[in-house]
C-alpha cells in the first residue's frame, strides 16, 4: 500500500511539472536524444543533447558526450525536432489602455511557437508591454511595436506629419506603421523627417505614393505585397480606387507580367523586405473557402462570437462587392503566389506574417497557414521556415536569435514530425521554450483551456 501511495504522488508530480513552467534561471534544462534543425543550412542533426540555461543554448552534442548538472531538468525528446522559434512579423496587439486582452493574444503566439511579433497598429500602452515583457513581468513573445498609424485621417499637413514622426521617436516607438490614404506631399514629409531622426517605417503602399517611390523610399518593409499589383498595370493613374479593388483585385487582370523582374530587381537593389501576408488573399478574398468552413475551424473557439460575427461579414461583404467574381479572384490569388514565389527566387528577403488577428486568422494559429501557403507558392519547407526564423535574425540585427547554435538565445519549438518534410509538421507542437521558459504541451494545453470563448 506505501508503494503504491508512493507511486500515486510520482504520477501526480509528473501532472504538476507538465502543467508548470520550468525556469532555466533556476536549473539547466536538455532535451535529450533531440533532433536539431538548426536553419543555418538545410539539414538535421540527428540524436543530439542540446543543453539550455538561463535563456540561452549552452552546449549541443551527440548523446551522451555532453556535460550538465545533475539537477538538470530532461526533456525526452527521442524522435522529436528542435527548431528556433517562428516570428510574426504582421501582428496585431489590441490597442487599448488595458494589458489583459494583449496579454491573452500574447498567450496564443507563444503556445503556437511564435517568439517573436511586430505589432502593427501601436498604442501608448504597447510601451508599457513591451517593457514588462523584457523585464519577465509577463510572459510573451519577442516585441516590437509601431506607433499610432500614419494615414489619410490622422495626417493632414507636411508639418503635422513631421510633428506626428518626431514625437513617436521620442516616445519610444521601434518604427511608424504607414497605413492607406496619404497624400504624396505627406508622405514625403514623413520619410525625410523619419530619416532625420533615425526610425524605419513599415506598411502599406499607398495609392497617391505608388509602389516605385515607396521602394525609392526606403521602407523597411512592405507589408501584404501592398502597390505590387498596382505597379504593373498600365494607366493605373486614371483608375479609381474602387475600379482598382482590394490590394490590386479589380485590376489585377490587367497587369503586365513582363514588369515583374523590374519590380524584382527595384525591391532587391534597395533592400526593401517583403512580408506577403498570404492568409489575407487566401482566407479573405478566395471564394474556395466558405464563411461556414472557416468559422468552424477549431481554432475559432478562442474568438468570440462578435468577433467571428465582424469576421463573417468582412468576407461576405469582399465577395459580394460589385465586379467580384471567381475566377478574377482565383488568377488574383494565383499572381500573388508568382509574385512570392518571384521574391524567393530574386533574392528579395521575405519574412512571415500573417496579419493576425484578422479575418479568420486567429493569433499563432495563422501562421502555420502562412507557411503553408508560402510552400504552395513553390517555396520548399526550408526556404518558408527561413522567412520565419533566420531572415528575421537578419532583419532586426540579431545574430544570436534564428538557428539553434551554442551561444545563441534559447527560442524554441519542439515539434514531433520533421519539418524540412512536411511544413505542417510545425503545428504538432510537443513544447515551446521562450527564452528562459520552458512550456511543455501540458502547460500550453492548460493555458489555452483558460482562453476558450465559446
Same mark, same amino acid.
Given at each position: ?83 528556433? !522559434?517562428? /516570428?510574426? #512579423? ?10 489583459? $486582452?494583449?496579454? +491573452?493574444?500574447? *498567450? ?109 523610399? !526606403?521602407? /523597411?518593409? #512592405? ?10 498595370? $498600365?494607366?493605373? +493613374?486614371?483608375? *479609381? ?128 497557414? +502562412? ?84
Amino acid at each position: 500500500m506505501k508503494k503504491l501511495f508512493c507511486f500515486i504522488l510520482f504520477l501526480s508530480a509528473l501532472t504538476v511539472f507538465s502543467q508548470s513552467l520550468v525556469d532555466s534561471r533556476q536549473q539547466e534544462i536538455v532535451f535529450r536524444s533531440v533532433n536539431v534543425v538548426p536553419m543555418d543550412i538545410e539539414r538535421i542533426i540527428e540524436n543530439q543533447d542540446v543543453v539550455v540555461k538561463a535563456g540561452k543554448i549552452t552546449a549541443i552534442g551527440a548523446v551522451g558526450k555532453v556535460k550538465f548538472g545533475k539537477n538538470a531538468t530532461i526533456i525526452d525528446a527521442k524522435g522529436k525536432y528542435l527548431m528556433p !522559434g517562428l /516570428a510574426e #512579423i504582421h501582428a496585431h496587439v489590441p490597442p487599448v489602455d488595458d494589458i489583459a $486582452p494583449m496579454k +491573452e493574444v500574447l *498567450t496564443l503566439f507563444t503556445a503556437n511557437g511564435v517568439t517573436t511579433i511586430r505589432g502593427m497598429l501601436g498604442h501608448p500602452k504597447h510601451i508599457e508591454l513591451r517593457k514588462k515583457i523584457n523585464s519577465g513581468e509577463i510572459l510573451g513573445p519577442h516585441f516590437y511595436t509601431s506607433g499610432p498609424s500614419f494615414n489619410g485621417l490622422s495626417v493632414k499637413t507636411p508639418e503635422g506629419a513631421e510633428k506626428m514622426v518626431r514625437d513617436q521617436k521620442a516616445i519610444g516607438y521601434d518604427f511608424l506603421k504607414l497605413h492607406p490614404g496619404l497624400t504624396l506631399q505627406n508622405f514625403n514629409a514623413i520619410i525625410k523627417t523619419a530619416k532625420e531622426v533615425n526610425i524605419p517605417f513599415a506598411g502599406h503602399v499607398s495609392l497617391a505614393v505608388g509602389v516605385w517611390r515607396a521602394i525609392d523610399a !526606403g521602407y /523597411a518593409s #512592405i507589408d501584404h505585397m501592398d502597390g505590387f499589383i498596382e505597379g504593373m498595370v $498600365p494607366g493605373i +493613374e486614371s483608375m *479609381t480606387e474602387q475600379e482598382i479593388g482590394f490590394f490590386g483585385l479589380f485590376a489585377s487582370k490587367k497587369v503586365d507580367e513582363a514588369k515583374i523582374p523590374t519590380l524584382m530587381t527595384a525591391l532587391r537593389d534597395h533592400h526593401i523586405w517583403v512580408v506577403p501576408t498570404q492568409c489575407l488573399a487566401e482566407r479573405w478574398i478566395a471564394p474556395d473557402k466558405s464563411v461556414e468552413q472557416l468559422r468552424n475551424a477549431p481554432e475559432m473557439i478562442y474568438m468570440d462570437t462578435k468577433t467571428l460575427d465582424s469576421w463573417s461579414e468582412n468576407k461576405k461583404r469582399q465577395l459580394e462587392t460589385p465586379g467580384y467574381n471567381e475566377a478574377d479572384a482565383v488568377n488574383f490569388v494565383k499572381l500573388r503566389r508568382k509574385l512570392i514565389y518571384e521574391c524567393q527566387k530574386n533574392g528579395v528577403g521575405l519574412l512571415l506574417g500573417s496579419d493576425a488577428p484578422q479575418v479568420f486568422n486567429v493569433p499563432g494559429f495563422s501562421i502555420h497557414h +502562412e507557411l503553408k501557403y508560402l510552400v504552395d507558392a513553390g517555396l520548399t519547407p526550408y526556404e518558408a521556415l527561413r522567412s520565419g526564423t533566420v531572415n528575421v535574425a537578419t532583419f532586426f540585427n540579431h545574430p544570436d536569435w534564428g538557428t539553434v547554435k551554442t551561444g545563441n538565445v534559447s527560442d524554441l519549438v519542439l515539434l514531433n514530425g520533421n519539418p524540412l518534410e512536411d511544413i505542417q509538421q510545425t503545428t504538432k507542437i510537443e513544447g515551446v521554450m521562450l527564452g528562459s521558459q520552458w512550456m511543455s504541451k501540458g502547460y500550453i494545453a492548460g493555458e489555452l483551456k483558460k482562453l476558450e470563448k465559446r
